[in-house]
């Protein structure tokens, strides 16, 4: 297994992940974005069934992500955002999405770890 030190995140984790990403109706994702609503609390008992199905390696990618600064975490967002035109990612990647971006983040850590 790997170190989280090894552990890299790239525009093609956010573009094998876009499914995710995409469910959200941009509309709606703006709006939630612009609110700064903790969209991770809603989804806390969802989120814990599924930390059981998580491999070694993705627990490592999602405490790398976590440990992210927050602009490099959107600097990926925008260049997967430019590869496949969608908005979604492009809402995230503006830095209004930070406040956002940090408080789901938080919440994430908090839930799984």
Known sequence: MESQLEVKITEEDVVG?????????SIILKRMVSANLNVVKS???QIQN??????????LKIEKVLDMPVTE?????YNAYESTHKKQLKI???????????KNLSQLEKVLF
């Open 17 to 25: 992940l876009i499914d995710s990403f995409t469910k959200v109706p």
């Open 43 to 45: 989804f806390e008992n």
């Open 50 to 59: 599924y930390k059981s199905q998580l491999s070694d390696d993705e627990i």
């Open 73 to 77: 975490l959107q600097e990926i967002l």
């Open 92 to 102: 995230l990647a503006d830095s209004n999405a930070g406040p956002f971006i940090e």
